[in-house]
């Protein structure tokens, strides 16, 4: 009898384990390093001093500022959206709630493109309430506003689906047993269900930042491209790339890159630390 | 108990169950108005408007050949490149469950890269990777390969695009999945072949194909990240939802929204099917 301890049977032989591992490696490696690398190697390629200077053009800087603005406008008022969604959908039962459900997770099936182009049927010279808004004034479409309603087309679902499964999990009984002892709703949402929501919240709020700033199908559908007028940072790195300033291009998507790294460090943060108070596990 | 019961099933038709709690009117209207300014309202536009150019005249444009080709080439590269990551995916999933390697979890963290990176940002990143100058484009230009600027380039940044799907749907019931079933199977003298396809498999399959279903619907309508790379040559790489802008530009409404709504038409018959083939196998998984 040979006294080695047979392997286990659950086991993968080594030889498998390190091909899996060496292949999911080499896909990471190819697929999603590589252009990740190859923003910030083009944003250097001409040096620090170039890579600087597309900071420095007016246009870039009116992108920013358009970006943060949109961003300061549509992420609020998703937020509202999105407690206010979660709070009628969990703590209620009513008729058509899978619907209103079904409803929330439609723009993330949707072409971004379609996301601009609704609006552009509805608010343009041609739409349906275009001519009301453009005979007093409003412009929306090629304007400020049509880039707001897109953005927020595209990003509402965030904060809600982070929300919604967590508190169909913590049920109602804390928000009872608080409204049984006389707190009204606002006492009882803010001191109750707030706080037990807030890690999640904070997870959805961050999603919907960082897909706000960066989207561009639908943006670039509405905006009409109006150089720092209506090019937030996104459409504003096409038309340079277009005009072939692939230095400014990839300094200004560099930037962009690095938010993204930045919100996929903090959610692995998190995920590991608040991992049963966002129901990762329910998540899909 | 049974009095009450009695009365529950005999109640009349209502449309909310009394609660204890507050505040349902003001967020349920809330809601309801914030989603009918933001998306019902709109979505009635895309359904309605086509229709300006009468029957015949959705068909001219949603039959012409160049559209035909645009959602031929859109439909076809996502289910291409979801099918890429359905294999891939999988692997990536299985190594990060079961395995321990160094910088495992930067590459866990990473996967959701395609979420948080603005499409744009990718689809210039990708085209200058895969040009015929590129880093990876260069080592294909020497065999007659070319991927930036045909159909190929299109796939590529549709697999950037779909990338985390597969891995999030399977890496959870991946980790759910007790070892002591395995370990069972294998006592009972399974080989770790037929362990793993009538074991594991089973389990697992249906979450592959949630994240097929939703790296395809991603897939079909992104943007920003193929156009940049596809080169834009009509009948051959031109996508979809960039025809649907080339019609704004032209001011086109109808038949941009004609080709909108053939889009998301033919997106809901496919989410239908797959939805299909999903409960049909989860119910075979729990017999």
């Known amino acids: 009898m040979s006294d080695k301890t047979p392997a286990s049977p659950t086991r993968d032989p080594p030889w498998l384990k390190w091909t899996l591992i060496g292949v999911a490696l080499f896909y990471v490696l190819v697929v999603l390093m590589a252009p990740l690398l190859a923003v910030f190697i083009e944003a250097l390629r001409k040096g620090e001093a170039a ?16 970006t943060l603005l949109v961003t300061a406008i549509a992420v609020p008022l998703n937020t509202v959206f999105g407690l206010a969604a979660a709070w009628a959908i969990t703590k209620f ?15 993330l099936s949707v072409s971004p493109v379609i996301s601009g182009l609704v609006y552009v049927l509805l608010y343009s010279i041609h739409g349906w309430f275009g001519p009301f808004f453009i005979d007093r004034g409003i412009e929306i479409i090629f304007a400020v506003p049509g880039i707001v309603l897109a953005t927020t087309l595209v990003t509402f679902p965030y904060v809600a689906r982070e929300l919604i499964p967590l508190m169909q999990q913590q049920g109602t009984d ?22 037990n929501v807030k890690w999640a919240l904070t997870f959805g709020v961050l999603l919907c930042t960082a897909r706000a700033m960066g989207e561009f199908g639908a943006v670039s559908v509405v905006s009409g491209h109006i150089r720092g007028l209506t090019s937030t940072m996104p459409l504003h790195v096409e038309i340079l790339y277009n005009e072939y300033n692939f230095v400014a291009a990839f300094a200004i998507a560099s930037l962009l890159a690095l938010f993204a790294l930045v919100t996929l460090g903090v959610k692995a943060v998190l995920e590991s630390r608040f991992e049963a108070e966002l129901a990762a596990a329910e998540r899909t | 108990m049974s009095v009450t019961d009695a009365s529950a099933s005999a109640k009349r038709w209502r449309f909310r169950e009394p609660s204890a709690l507050g505040g349902f009117w003001p967020s349920f209207s809330f809601v309801v108005l914030y989603l009918s300014i933001i998306v019902l309202i709109p979505l009635a536009a895309l359904a309605l408007r086509p229709w300006e150019l009468g029957l015949e005249g959705v068909w001219r444009v949603v039959s012409s050949e160049r559209t035909v080709a645009a959602l031929k080439l859109s439909f076809g590269a996502a289910a291409i490149a979801a099918s890429v990551n359905a294999v891939f995916g999988t692997i990536v999933a299985w190594a990060l469950v079961r395995y321990e390697f160094p910088g495992k979890r930067v590459i866990d ?27 990876i484009g260069a080592a294909f230009a020497p065999h007659d390969i070319r991927i930036a600027y ?46 793993i396809s009538q074991v594991i498999w089973p389990a697992i399959a249906p979450a592959i194909l949630t994240g097929f279903a939703l790296a395809f619907a991603r897939a079909v309508g992104e943007y920003g990240s193929v ?12 996508i979809a939802p960039l025809l649907i802008v080339i019609k704004l530009e032209e001011f086109d409404y109808a038949g941009a929204a004609a080709i909108g709504l053939a889009m998301l038409c033919v997106s809901f018959v496919m989410l239908f099917l797959l939805n299909g083939a999903h409960a049909l196998m989860t119910r075979r998984g729990a017999a």
């Open chain 1, 51 to 66: 890579f600087f200077a597309a900071f420095q053009e007016p246009a870039a800087f009116s992108a920013i500022q358009l």
């Open chain 2, 150 to 195: 045909t159909p190929v380039g299109v796939m590529v940044a549709l697999v950037f695009i779909g990338f985390p799907f597969v891995v999030r749907a399977v890496q959870p019931v991946l980790a759910d999945l007790d070892r002591d079933v395995e370990e069972a199977a294998a006592t009972l003298g399974a080989s770790r072949w037929r362990t």
């Open chain 1, 174 to 195: 804390e928000e009872a047993a608080a409204a049984t002892l006389g707190a009204g709703p606002w006492r009882t949402f803010f001191l109750v269900t707030l706080p």
């Open chain 1, 93 to 107: 039962d009513f008729f058509g709630k899978s619907f209103l459900t079904t409803l929330i997770d439609l723009p």
């Open chain 2, 227 to 238: 156009i940049f790379i596809a080169g834009n040559i009509p009948m051959v790489s031109e």
């Open chain 2, 109 to 135: 963290a990473l996967v959701d890269l395609p979420f948080a990176l603005p499409t744009a940002v990718a689809g210039i990143a990708l085209a200058s990777i895969y040009a015929p100058n590129g880093l």
